[in-house]
């Protein structure tokens, strides 16, 4: 709804309000444009769910939601949408088990309907599932990267994303070794992203494309080589993006 008021947030923290929003448009919106998923589409359907399941730091009815998706998706090499859609919305029989119907964007919201929302929704998921990844101590070290890879490329309803997005992870995906430095990737390609886009008609004027976190946000990230150059201190960015993606500090307003 364009006439919905404005929610007044926090821009430096992260909501979970987005987070939920951004699962109900991604289950409900995206994938409903695929009759029946199976093959490619499947495996990255798969991984997806897999990941959330693991590690999305969700409420409990959510959590179990996935969980049951989960568990729906281990038979059968294919799934019609209306078969996934019936366990998505199958809450009469379980009351504890619901993912809430609709979007209400609070970090993500936009100064205009086409700003922001599910693109800046999808960044910050994956932002959180990669920190998550890190405190659980996951084996695969790129187990939350290579979903988002996939679902990216296979749902991803911005095509011209998706195609910029698999060059990034085709090129450099394969050096990711370790859970710490997936969280220090896909901060990395995300600034990539904002450096392409920044002043671009997609760029909502209330929120600049920035190289991200600002040294207002986090003064210790930034230094100053011997040529007066800009370097970021990594050892720095990781402890921020850590702790500003973690469980612990995303707010619940706004939730239903
Ligand atoms: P977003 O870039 O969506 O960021 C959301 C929030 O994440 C920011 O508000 C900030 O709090 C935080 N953040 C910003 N930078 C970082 C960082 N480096 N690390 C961690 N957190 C950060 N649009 C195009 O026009 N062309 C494209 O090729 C394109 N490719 C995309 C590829 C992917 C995988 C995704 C998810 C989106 C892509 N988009 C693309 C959309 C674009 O990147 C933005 O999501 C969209 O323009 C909305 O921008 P935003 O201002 O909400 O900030």
């Known amino acids: ?37 199976k093959g ?7 991984k997806y769910i897999s990941v959330l399941a693991k590690y999305f730091p969700g409420r409990p009815v959510v959590m179990n939601l996935l969980e049951s998706l ?33 979007v209400r964007w609070v970090g993500c919201q936009g100064s ?13 998921l994956f932002h959180v599932l990669t920190v998550q990844a890190k405190n659980a101590r996951g084996t695969d070290p790129r187990e939350v990267l290579s ?14 994303c998706a195609e ?8 450099s995906l394969a050096e990711v070794n370790t859970l710490s430095s997936a969280v220090l990737w896909l901060w990395s390609r995300h600034n990539r992203v ?6 671009a008609l997609s760029e909502d004027p209330n929120f600049r494309k920035i190289q ?13 080589k011997e040529n007066g150059e800009h370097r970021w201190s990594q050892e720095q960015v990781f402890p921020f993006l850590m702790s500003y993606f973690s469980s612990s500090t995303i707010l619940t307003d706004y939730l239903e």
């Open 1 to 37: 709804n364009p006439q919905e008021p404005w929610k007044p947030f926090n821009r430096s923290r992260v909501y979970m309000a987005d987070l939920e929003s951004t699962l109900h448009y991604s289950l409900r919106v995206e994938l409903a444009a695929h009759t029946v998923i």
């Open 40 to 46: 490619e589409a499947l495996t990255s359907l798969k």
């Open 70 to 102: 989960n568990s729906r998706l281990q038979t059968g090499d294919e799934i019609s949408y209306k078969a996934f859609r019936e366990t998505l919305d199958n809450t009469a029989q379980s009351p504890d088990t619901a993912l809430p119907e609709g």
């Open 112 to 124: 205009q309907p086409h700003f922001r929302r599910y693109p800046c929704g999808v960044w910050t």
């Open 147 to 160: 979903a988002m890879r996939s679902y990216v490329h296979s749902f991803f309803g911005c095509r011209a």
């Open 164 to 171: 910029h997005f698999e060059i990034m992870a085709s090129e």
């Open 194 to 199: 904002n450096n392409r886009l920044a002043g």
């Open 212 to 224: 991200w976190p600002s040294p207002e946000m986090c003064p210790a990230c930034h230094s100053v």
